[in-house]
Protein backbone atom coordinates (compact mmCIF):
# COMPACT_ATOMS: atom_id res chain seq x y z
CA UNK A 1 0.00 0.00 0.00
CA UNK A 2 1.32 3.14 -1.03
CA UNK A 3 1.20 6.23 0.89
CA UNK A 4 1.52 8.86 -2.51
CA UNK A 5 -2.42 9.80 -3.06
CA UNK A 6 -3.22 10.07 0.48
CA UNK A 7 -3.04 13.41 0.93
CA UNK A 8 -6.00 13.81 -1.60
CA UNK A 9 -8.51 12.22 0.85
CA UNK A 10 -11.51 13.42 2.23
CA UNK A 11 -14.69 12.51 3.75
CA UNK A 12 -16.11 9.80 3.58
CA UNK A 13 -13.33 8.05 4.69
CA UNK A 14 -11.79 5.29 2.95
CA UNK A 15 -12.06 1.71 2.98
CA UNK A 16 -10.14 -0.03 5.70
CA UNK A 17 -11.40 3.11 8.19
CA UNK A 18 -14.66 1.21 9.72
CA UNK A 19 -12.87 -1.73 10.23
CA UNK A 20 -10.76 0.39 12.84
CA UNK A 21 -13.77 1.28 14.63
CA UNK A 22 -12.69 5.21 14.06
CA UNK A 23 -14.72 6.87 16.72
CA UNK A 24 -13.46 10.23 16.16
CA UNK A 25 -13.68 10.63 20.22
CA UNK A 26 -11.74 7.20 21.62
CA UNK A 27 -9.16 8.44 24.00
CA UNK A 28 -9.86 12.18 24.29
CA UNK A 29 -10.94 11.60 28.05
CA UNK A 30 -7.01 11.10 28.84
CA UNK A 31 -6.59 15.18 27.50
CA UNK A 32 -6.08 16.71 30.62
CA UNK A 33 -6.91 20.41 29.06
CA UNK A 34 -10.18 21.09 27.45
CA UNK A 35 -8.54 23.31 25.26
CA UNK A 36 -6.34 20.89 24.22
CA UNK A 37 -8.74 18.50 23.84
CA UNK A 38 -11.00 20.57 21.42
CA UNK A 39 -8.01 21.31 19.59
CA UNK A 40 -7.39 17.01 18.96
CA UNK A 41 -11.22 16.35 18.26
CA UNK A 42 -10.81 19.48 15.78
CA UNK A 43 -7.84 17.61 14.24
CA UNK A 44 -9.52 14.27 14.00
CA UNK A 45 -12.70 15.30 12.99
CA UNK A 46 -11.19 16.93 9.97
CA UNK A 47 -10.74 13.60 8.24
CA UNK A 48 -6.88 14.40 7.66
CA UNK A 49 -5.44 11.41 9.30
CA UNK A 50 -7.84 8.85 7.23
CA UNK A 51 -5.65 7.94 4.91
CA UNK A 52 -2.57 7.52 7.19
CA UNK A 53 -4.61 5.59 9.40
CA UNK A 54 -6.10 3.43 6.97
CA UNK A 55 -2.45 2.93 5.08
CA UNK A 56 -1.36 2.00 8.82
CA UNK A 57 -3.84 -0.44 9.58
CA UNK A 58 -2.74 -2.23 6.10
CA UNK A 59 0.96 -2.35 5.51
CA UNK A 60 3.23 -5.08 6.30
CA UNK A 61 6.75 -4.36 6.78
CA UNK A 62 9.43 -6.78 7.37
CA UNK A 63 10.56 -6.95 10.98
CA UNK A 64 12.75 -9.43 12.41
CA UNK A 65 10.67 -9.51 16.34
CA UNK A 66 13.10 -12.31 17.68
CA UNK A 67 16.20 -10.78 16.67
CA UNK A 68 15.12 -7.14 17.61
CA UNK A 69 13.91 -8.11 21.41
CA UNK A 70 17.41 -10.01 21.71
CA UNK A 71 19.07 -6.97 20.98
CA UNK A 72 17.14 -4.71 23.30
CA UNK A 73 18.29 -7.11 25.98
CA UNK A 74 21.76 -6.31 25.56
CA UNK A 75 20.79 -2.91 25.58
CA UNK A 76 19.24 -2.92 28.90
CA UNK A 77 22.16 -5.02 30.42
CA UNK A 78 24.73 -2.41 28.91
CA UNK A 79 23.03 1.12 30.32
CA UNK A 80 22.63 -1.00 33.54
CA UNK A 81 26.36 -1.40 34.04
CA UNK A 82 26.48 2.64 32.68
CA UNK A 83 24.91 3.47 35.53
CA UNK A 84 22.15 4.43 33.37
CA UNK A 85 17.96 3.92 33.81
CA UNK A 86 16.41 3.81 30.04
CA UNK A 87 13.15 2.52 29.87
CA UNK A 88 12.55 -0.74 29.45
CA UNK A 89 9.61 0.62 26.77
CA UNK A 90 11.72 3.24 25.16
CA UNK A 91 14.34 0.03 24.28
CA UNK A 92 12.12 -2.30 23.28
CA UNK A 93 10.22 0.91 21.20
CA UNK A 94 13.25 1.98 19.31
CA UNK A 95 15.09 -1.35 18.80
CA UNK A 96 11.53 -1.63 16.52
CA UNK A 97 11.48 1.58 14.89
CA UNK A 98 15.38 1.27 13.94
CA UNK A 99 14.53 -2.47 12.40
CA UNK A 100 11.26 -1.22 10.33
CA UNK A 101 13.86 1.65 8.96
CA UNK A 102 17.06 1.28 8.67
CA UNK A 103 17.05 -2.57 8.52
CA UNK A 104 20.95 -4.01 8.09
CA UNK A 105 21.49 -7.57 7.96
CA UNK A 106 24.95 -7.13 9.76
CA UNK A 107 24.74 -8.73 13.56
CA UNK A 108 27.42 -5.92 14.82
CA UNK A 109 26.31 -3.35 12.85
CA UNK A 110 22.30 -3.87 14.21
CA UNK A 111 23.41 -3.49 17.42
CA UNK A 112 25.79 -0.54 17.09
CA UNK A 113 22.80 1.40 15.17
CA UNK A 114 20.21 0.16 18.08
CA UNK A 115 22.71 1.62 20.76
CA UNK A 116 23.10 4.92 18.74
CA UNK A 117 19.06 5.49 18.21
CA UNK A 118 17.87 4.26 21.41
CA UNK A 119 20.36 6.51 23.07
CA UNK A 120 19.58 9.18 21.20
CA UNK A 121 15.71 8.97 21.58
CA UNK A 122 16.79 8.80 25.95
CA UNK A 123 19.04 11.67 25.70
CA UNK A 124 16.25 13.85 23.70
CA UNK A 125 13.95 12.83 26.56
CA UNK A 126 16.05 13.18 29.62
CA UNK A 127 17.41 17.17 28.26
CA UNK A 128 13.79 18.12 27.25
CA UNK A 129 13.08 17.75 30.71
CA UNK A 130 16.33 18.56 32.52
CA UNK A 131 17.84 20.98 30.27
CA UNK A 132 21.03 21.46 32.76
CA UNK A 133 21.82 18.33 31.52
CA UNK A 134 22.01 18.98 27.70
CA UNK A 135 24.14 21.70 29.43
CA UNK A 136 26.93 19.24 31.01
CA UNK A 137 26.88 16.70 28.21
CA UNK A 138 27.93 19.35 25.58
CA UNK A 139 30.39 21.14 27.85
CA UNK A 140 31.89 17.36 28.82
CA UNK A 141 31.38 16.47 24.92
CA UNK A 142 32.99 19.35 23.09
CA UNK A 143 35.52 21.24 25.76
CA UNK A 144 38.51 18.31 25.54
CA UNK A 145 39.86 19.61 28.51
CA UNK A 146 37.23 18.28 30.37
CA UNK A 147 37.12 14.39 31.00
CA UNK A 148 33.62 12.29 30.69
CA UNK A 149 32.35 12.47 34.97
CA UNK A 150 28.81 12.31 33.49
CA UNK A 151 27.38 8.56 32.69
CA UNK A 152 25.60 10.27 29.92
CA UNK A 153 28.84 11.65 28.38
CA UNK A 154 30.94 8.35 28.98
CA UNK A 155 27.96 6.48 27.20
CA UNK A 156 28.20 8.69 24.17
CA UNK A 157 32.07 8.01 23.78
CA UNK A 158 31.13 4.21 23.90
CA UNK A 159 28.10 4.84 21.51
CA UNK A 160 30.33 6.36 18.91
CA UNK A 161 33.25 3.95 19.37
CA UNK A 162 31.05 1.05 18.48
CA UNK A 163 29.84 2.72 15.37
CA UNK A 164 33.19 3.92 14.24
CA UNK A 165 33.92 0.29 12.39
CA UNK A 166 30.85 0.88 10.18
CA UNK A 167 31.49 4.52 8.65
CA UNK A 168 34.02 6.68 7.46
CA UNK A 169 35.61 9.60 9.95
CA UNK A 170 34.19 11.64 7.95
CA UNK A 171 30.91 10.88 8.43
CA UNK A 172 31.04 10.03 12.44
CA UNK A 173 32.41 13.09 12.83
CA UNK A 174 29.26 14.73 10.91
CA UNK A 175 27.21 11.97 12.76
CA UNK A 176 28.48 13.62 16.59
CA UNK A 177 27.93 16.99 15.23
CA UNK A 178 24.12 16.50 14.43
CA UNK A 179 23.68 15.14 18.06
CA UNK A 180 25.28 17.91 19.61
CA UNK A 181 23.14 20.37 17.61
CA UNK A 182 20.14 18.63 18.88
CA UNK A 183 21.47 19.14 22.19
CA UNK A 184 21.47 23.29 21.43
CA UNK A 185 18.32 22.81 20.25
CA UNK A 186 16.94 21.73 23.27
CA UNK A 187 18.45 24.56 25.30
CA UNK A 188 16.62 26.79 22.81
CA UNK A 189 13.21 25.53 23.40
CA UNK A 190 13.69 25.82 27.20
CA UNK A 191 12.90 29.48 26.61
CA UNK A 192 9.89 28.80 25.19
CA UNK A 193 6.76 30.13 27.56
CA UNK A 194 3.50 28.45 26.96
CA UNK A 195 1.54 31.64 25.78
CA UNK A 196 3.92 31.87 23.20
CA UNK A 197 5.29 35.63 24.24
CA UNK A 198 9.09 34.61 24.19
CA UNK A 199 9.66 35.56 20.38
CA UNK A 200 11.56 32.19 19.90
CA UNK A 201 11.15 30.99 15.89
CA UNK A 202 10.05 27.99 16.93
CA UNK A 203 10.04 26.91 12.96
CA UNK A 204 14.12 27.78 13.38
CA UNK A 205 14.20 25.79 16.68
CA UNK A 206 12.49 22.82 14.94
CA UNK A 207 14.82 22.77 12.01
CA UNK A 208 18.03 23.40 13.83
CA UNK A 209 17.37 20.54 16.56
CA UNK A 210 20.19 17.79 15.00
CA UNK A 211 18.24 14.64 15.76
CA UNK A 212 16.30 14.95 12.45
CA UNK A 213 19.79 15.21 10.63
CA UNK A 214 20.98 12.36 12.76
CA UNK A 215 17.96 9.92 12.46
CA UNK A 216 18.15 11.07 8.57
CA UNK A 217 21.69 10.00 7.79
CA UNK A 218 21.66 7.05 8.95
CA UNK A 219 19.88 5.34 6.22
CA UNK A 220 23.34 5.63 4.91
CA UNK A 221 24.26 2.20 6.67
CA UNK A 222 21.62 0.39 5.10
CA UNK A 223 23.36 -0.21 1.17
CA UNK A 224 26.62 0.88 -0.55
CA UNK A 225 24.60 2.83 -2.59
CA UNK A 226 23.66 5.57 0.17
CA UNK A 227 27.03 5.56 1.76
CA UNK A 228 27.68 9.09 2.34
CA UNK A 229 31.12 9.28 1.24
CA UNK A 230 30.33 8.55 -1.69
CA UNK A 231 27.38 9.74 -2.46
CA UNK A 232 27.77 12.66 -0.78
CA UNK A 233 25.74 14.90 -4.00
CA UNK A 234 22.43 13.11 -3.10
CA UNK A 235 22.70 13.57 0.95
CA UNK A 236 23.64 17.23 0.66
CA UNK A 237 20.86 18.44 -1.95
CA UNK A 238 18.22 15.71 0.46
CA UNK A 239 18.98 16.58 3.88
CA UNK A 240 17.07 19.43 3.92
CA UNK A 241 13.98 17.58 2.40
CA UNK A 242 14.77 14.85 4.76
CA UNK A 243 14.27 16.76 8.59
CA UNK A 244 11.11 18.31 6.67
CA UNK A 245 9.40 15.19 6.29
CA UNK A 246 11.24 13.65 9.97
CA UNK A 247 10.25 17.00 11.56
CA UNK A 248 6.53 17.68 9.77
CA UNK A 249 5.13 14.12 10.54
CA UNK A 250 6.17 14.09 13.54
CA UNK A 251 4.99 16.94 14.95
CA UNK A 252 1.64 15.76 13.57
CA UNK A 253 1.56 12.33 14.63
CA UNK A 254 2.98 13.09 17.93
CA UNK A 255 -0.39 15.33 18.63
CA UNK A 256 -2.31 12.94 21.15
CA UNK A 257 0.72 12.09 22.74
CA UNK A 258 1.41 15.73 23.54
CA UNK A 259 -1.92 16.48 24.50
CA UNK A 260 -2.50 13.57 27.40
CA UNK A 261 0.79 14.87 28.45
CA UNK A 262 -0.18 18.59 28.16
CA UNK A 263 3.67 20.04 29.01
CA UNK A 264 4.61 18.82 25.67
CA UNK A 265 1.75 20.01 23.86
CA UNK A 266 1.97 23.88 24.79
CA UNK A 267 5.93 23.83 23.83
CA UNK A 268 4.95 21.50 20.37
CA UNK A 269 5.51 23.61 17.48
CA UNK A 270 1.49 23.13 16.01
CA UNK A 271 0.50 24.28 19.54
CA UNK A 272 2.66 27.45 19.04
CA UNK A 273 2.32 28.31 15.17
CA UNK A 274 -1.85 28.01 15.99
CA UNK A 275 -1.89 30.31 19.48
CA UNK A 276 0.73 32.79 17.19
CA UNK A 277 -1.10 32.90 14.11
CA UNK A 278 -4.18 32.52 15.04
CA UNK A 279 -5.22 30.41 13.32
CA UNK A 280 -6.91 26.84 13.66
CA UNK A 281 -4.90 23.97 15.01
CA UNK A 282 -6.34 21.59 12.66
CA UNK A 283 -5.43 23.86 9.71
CA UNK A 284 -1.85 24.07 11.11
CA UNK A 285 -1.85 20.05 11.00
CA UNK A 286 -2.92 19.83 7.52
CA UNK A 287 -0.35 22.57 6.25
CA UNK A 288 2.10 20.86 8.44
CA UNK A 289 1.71 17.22 6.69
CA UNK A 290 1.23 18.10 3.88
CA UNK A 291 4.69 19.86 3.98
CA UNK A 292 6.52 17.11 5.44
CA UNK A 293 4.72 14.22 2.19
CA UNK A 294 5.88 17.12 0.20
CA UNK A 295 9.68 17.10 1.37
CA UNK A 296 9.14 12.86 1.32
CA UNK A 297 8.33 14.01 -2.72
CA UNK A 298 11.04 15.55 -3.42
CA UNK A 299 13.40 12.57 -1.22
CA UNK A 300 12.24 10.02 -3.90
CA UNK A 301 12.51 12.59 -7.28
CA UNK A 302 16.37 13.05 -5.63
CA UNK A 303 17.31 9.78 -5.70
CA UNK A 304 18.36 6.79 -7.95
CA UNK A 305 16.47 3.72 -8.50
CA UNK A 306 18.54 2.22 -6.67
CA UNK A 307 18.45 4.25 -3.67
CA UNK A 308 14.27 4.77 -3.91
CA UNK A 309 13.67 1.41 -2.45
CA UNK A 310 15.54 2.40 0.69
CA UNK A 311 13.73 5.48 1.26
CA UNK A 312 10.55 4.81 0.49
CA UNK A 313 10.80 1.93 3.21
CA UNK A 314 12.35 4.43 5.54
CA UNK A 315 9.17 7.10 4.83
CA UNK A 316 6.72 4.66 5.17
CA UNK A 317 7.97 2.68 8.54
CA UNK A 318 8.23 5.97 10.02
CA UNK A 319 4.66 6.56 9.66
CA UNK A 320 3.32 3.14 10.61
CA UNK A 321 6.16 3.29 13.85
CA UNK A 322 4.41 6.77 14.81
CA UNK A 323 0.90 5.42 14.23
CA UNK A 324 1.74 1.38 15.29
CA UNK A 325 3.62 2.02 18.61
CA UNK A 326 2.99 2.29 21.86
CA UNK A 327 5.08 5.71 22.67
CA UNK A 328 2.56 7.83 20.51
CA UNK A 329 -0.67 5.82 22.02
CA UNK A 330 -2.56 6.07 18.59
CA UNK A 331 -4.18 2.62 20.15
CA UNK A 332 -5.94 4.52 22.19
CA UNK A 333 -8.00 6.52 19.55
CA UNK A 334 -8.20 3.45 16.85
CA UNK A 335 -8.27 0.95 19.00
CA UNK A 336 -7.68 -1.78 15.93
CA UNK A 337 -4.17 -0.11 15.39
CA UNK A 338 -2.40 -3.03 17.64
CA UNK A 339 1.11 -2.09 19.04
CA UNK A 340 3.95 -3.41 17.27
CA UNK A 341 6.28 -3.08 20.48
CA UNK A 342 4.48 -5.45 22.55
Known amino acids: MSLDRHREIRHPRPPGIDTLRCTARS ?23 DGLVAFAGAYEPPLDRAAARTRAGLLAAEF ?89 PTFLAVYRAFLHNALVGVLMEAEFTPDVSDGVDSDFVRAYNGFSQFWFVSLQFTDPCLEART ?71 LATDDQRPHLERYTAGYVYFHLRCRRYRWNDVYPALTPIDT
Open 27 to 49: GLEAIPDPRHRAMVAGLLDSGLL
Open 80 to 168: EAFGIAVPAATIRTITTMRGLMVPVAEAGLALALDRVWVFGTYLDDLCSREPAEAEAVLREALLPERAPARPTTRYLRHLFAGIAPFCD
Open 231 to 301: NRAFWSASLCSGVTFLNDVNDVLSSYKEAVDGADFVRSRLHRDSVREGAPYRAVARRTLDGGLTARDRILA
